[in-house]
């Protein structure tokens, strides 16, 4: 599947560039196609895998919100937990569902890398991808 990585502001789409970065707006030309963005990020620092892999657990039945239909993601980053210090931190988490663009949480060094997504629409699969600052992209998916 082909990857393309908005240059303004590292969101990715899957399949095809979008008329305009519904993160940050950009238009289509500032993307940039890169389908081994996660593959190189891997290469470069495979012992930090364990640090940057999100770990995505998938609960049915929201806790917070029961009155309506919801699916939570529970996403921690990484197995052993990834540091949040001014010079290397999880700049943001997003959230897809079947390839789809969700949801995008924005994180700074104030909190941990852990977020949860409430999903009202559910579908087959759902990836996670998180971006760190020093280290690039990384992403995880899971069965819905
Ligand atoms: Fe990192």
Redesign the pocket.
């Known amino acids: 599947m082909s990857i393309y990585v908005c240059k303004v502001c590292g969101h990715i789409e899957f399949e095809a560039a979008p008329e305009n970065c519904p993160v940050c707006f950009a238009p289509k030309d500032k993307f940039d196609n890169n389908n081994t963005v996660f593959t190189d990020a891997m290469e470069k620092?495979k012992e930090?895998a364990v640090?940057?892999i999100p770990v995505v657990q998938v609960v049915q039945e929201c806790g917070l919100v029961p009155e309506k239909p919801c699916t939570d993601i529970l996403v921690r980053i990484g197995e052993t937990l990834?540091?949040m210090e001014d010079k290397?931190?999880?700049q943001f988490i997003d959230c897809y569902v079947d390839h789809k663009y969700v949801s995008r949480i924005m994180l700074t060094p104030m909190v941990n890398p852990s977020v949860v997504f409430h999903l009202k629409e559910t579908g087959s699969k759902v990836q996670i991808v998180e971006m760190?600052?020093?280290?690039g992209h990384w992403m995880k998916e899971e069965k819905l």
């Open positions: 620092s930090g640090k940057h990834h540091p290397h931190f999880i760190c600052n020093l280290h």
